[in-house]
Structures are given as C-alpha cells and as structure tokens.
C-alpha cells in the first residue's frame, strides 16, 4: 500500500471477525475491511431493522474505497470527506427503516491531511443536559428522549472538531470515527489505551460521578446508546486525526467484546498474540467464555513499514 510523504511511510495490515454470541439468535454487527477504510458497525432495532442499518453504514463508507481508486494516483479523502459519507449512512439508514433501527460505527480511515494528527489523544468531558433523567430502575429508550433543545444545548458547549479540506496535503494520517459504543484501543509497545469516548447512559453517569467504572459494567443501562446512525436526534460522529507510529496496533470492536472483557484482559491478548488473525480469534473466543451475551465484532489493524520503506 502506498503512502504519501509522511513522519514515517507505513502501511496497515488488518484482519476481523464477527460472531453471533452465545445468546442472540440473530447476528446484527457488520465488519469493514478495505485498503481505505476499517470499520465496525453494531446494529439495533427489531424484525432485521439492525442488520439493515449496520449494513448500510458499512457499504456506505466502502464507498469511500471505491472513490480513492477512481484516479491514476490513489487519492485519500479528507475529514470533510469521511465526514459527509458518515452523514449519507445517516440519511440511508433513517430514508430506508424510518428511524426503527439504527446503528454504531466506529472506523479508522487513511486520510490525507494539511498537517499531522495528535499523537495523544484527550477527550473533554461534556455532561449532557438528559444525564439526570436516568434512573438505575427504569430500562427506557435514551434516544428517543433527547430532545432537540437538549441536544444543541449540549453541542454548545462542546468541543467542535474543525474539518482539514486543503487540497495540498503533505501528510497521511488516520482519522477515528465514533458514534454509540463500540470502541477504538490502540496498542503502543504494551501499553492499551481506549481513543473512543462511549455515546452511552452508563459512560455519561461515570462522567458525571453517579456510579463507578465497576458498576457500569453490570449496570441495567448498560445496553443504552446516546447517539447512533439512523436513530434519534444525534448522530454527529466524534472526529479523531492520528499519527501512527510503526508498530502501533488498534483494535475497533462492537461492545459486545468490550462488554465481556477488561481492559486488562484485551491488552493480555493484544500483546500475546502478535498474529492479527489470532489475536482477532483470541479475542472473540474470550468474549465467548466470558459470557457472549451479545454479537461480537472484533478489527485488528497494525501500523507496519511501507513496503518500499
């Protein structure tokens, strides 16, 4: 795989899986491999609803693929570009089930970029304005009680992520995308480190001190998504530039494995199992023996030299 001018010329290498679990009949996630774009996407809505709207969202953004082949000289997207064809999954998915299902994503994109993205990574804390509303015995919709006026509250007062559209881009980076809860690790030397920041009841009550990390883990809300594709009032993704570095190893899952395993636990596996397909399976099979309580999707991506490097 080409690289443009960069710090350091790399290449990904990916491999993933998905598996139906242990307790649902049904598989809703979907997993997204291509030479531009990685993603996973865990849907949700009844009567095959979820499957439409996480199939949707991949074959959408495999569209950004198609695109960057389309000239002589492969051409990456932008931010702007990643960003408007997470919209359009938006609008498919909401065109197609009419907001009876809908979906996460999280992605990682090769993008060329006007300057070289953070190589640490801080999300700010914004509490939402609807974070008081949930109560630990009620097991209610979350989004479809936000409502507009709460939701451009909380958009205020958060941090906007600027879009780089220069045309005279001088470096490849990665962009992360986020929206709900499946998640986005990176693996630098032994060290895991989460880079997605959850769109869920649970996370926003951590946030706000109502309940610890070890609560959260068995809390009733748990399942509860704040911002999905295709559903509710918000679907505005998070936006992350990156620069890797070679040897770096991200993972994206559906919170089905994040939901079963520690932290400690997928770092264990991360670093033990230097082989992305076993490390994928490792993980998965784990996810199972904990519990596999929901769908697993599991993407292993390693940052490795360019090949004329």
């Not at 609803?49 to 997207?77: C, M, Y």
């Not at 880079?195 to 001190?209: I, K, P």
């Not at 505005?236 to 089905?256: A, E």
């Amino acid at each position: 795989m080409d690289s443009e001018e960069n710090f350091e010329s790399f290449r990904l290498a990916v491999c993933g899986q998905t598996d139906v679990g242990l307790k649902r009949q049904d598989n809703q996630d979907r997993i997204l491999i291509t030479d531009v774009v990685q993603a996973v996407a865990d849907g949700m809505g009844g009567h095959e609803a979820g499957e439409v709207a996480s199939q949707l969202a991949v074959e959408t953004l495999e569209e950004l693929n198609t695109f960057s082949l389309k000239t002589i000289a492969r051409r990456l997207p932008t931010v702007e570009q990643v960003q408007k064809q997470v919209q359009l999954a938006d609008d498919r998915i909401r065109d197609v089930l009419e907001s009876r299902g809908g979906t996460t994503l999280c992605a990682l994109a090769l993008i060329r970029s006007a300057g070289p993205g953070r190589d640490q990574v801080s999300q700010p804390m914004v509490i939402p304005p609807w974070t008081g509303s949930f109560k630990m015995s009620q097991n209610t919709d979350v989004l479809s009680k936000i409502t507009p006026e709460m939701l451009a509250e909380h958009r205020a007062r958060t941090e906007k992520v600027s879009a780089e559209t220069q045309s005279s881009a001088e470096y490849t980076s990665l962009l992360l995308v986020n929206v709900g809860d499946s998640r986005g690790y990176r693996l630098r030397g032994k060290e895991l480190r989460q880079l997605t920041r959850d769109h869920s009841a649970v996370q926003e009550m951590v946030d706000a001190g109502q309940i610890t990390e070890a609560e959260a883990r068995s809390h009733p809300h748990r399942n509860l998504i704040t911002r999905a594709l295709g559903a509710g009032a918000d679907s505005q993704p998070d936006l992350t530039v990156l620069q890797p570095r070679i040897g770096d190893r991200y993972l994206l899952c559906s919170d089905g494995l994040s939901g079963e395993l520690t932290e400690e636990a997928i770092q264990e596996i991360l670093v033990g199992y230097p082989e992305r397909e076993a490390a994928a399976q490792v993980l998965t099979q784990a996810a199972l023996e904990a519990g596999g309580r929901d769908n697993i999707a599991v993407v292993v991506i390693d940052v490795l030299p360019a090949a004329d490097s």
